[in-house]
C-alpha cells in the first residue's frame, strides 16, 4: 500500500516563503510521476508542479518563476519550495503520486496567505 504524508504549510503573509513536503512510503515503483495540486474554497483542484522520476518537471503559469518542486536522491520525497506567496496561493495542497495504473492522493495541507 502506498502512503502520501504533506507537512509544511501554514500560515504566511504577502511576499513570504513556505516549503511543502511529500513523503511517499509503500511499494512506490518507477517510472512514476510526482506533483503538487491545490484546490482553494470553491474551486475545482488544479495542477501546481509536477516532477517524474526521469527529471523533467512542469508548472502552471501562475507559478512559474516563484515555485520550484524538486525530489530527494531516492525519488520517494517530493518538495515544493514557495516563494513571493500572495493571497491567491491560498488553498490545500495535496501531493499525487501517478504510477502506470493507479494513483495516490496525500490528505493535503492548508496554506492561507494574509495580506
Known amino acids: 500500500q502506498v502512503r502520501l504524508v504533506e507537512s509544511g504549510g501554514g500560515l504566511v503573509q504577502v511576499g513570504g516563503s513556505l516549503r511543502l513536503s511529500c513523503a511517499a512510503s509503500g511499494s512506490i515503483f518507477r517510472p512514476n510521476t510526482m506533483g503538487w495540486y491545490r484546490q482553494a474554497p470553491g474551486k475545482q483542484r488544479e495542477l501546481v508542479a509536477t516532477?517524474?522520476?526521469?527529471?523533467?518537471?512542469n508548472y502552471a503559469d501562475s507559478v512559474k518563476g516563484r515555485f520550484t518542486i524538486s525530489r530527494d536522491n531516492a525519488k520517494t520525497t517530493l518538495y515544493l519550495q514557495m516563494n513571493s506567496l500572495n493571497p491567491e496561493d491560498t488553498a490545500v495542497y495535496y501531493c499525487k503520486l501517478d504510477l502506470q495504473y493507479r494513483n495516490y492522493w496525500g490528505q493535503g495541507t492548508q496554506v492561507t496567505v494574509s495580506s
Open positions: 516532477s517524474t522520476t526521469s527529471g523533467s518537471t
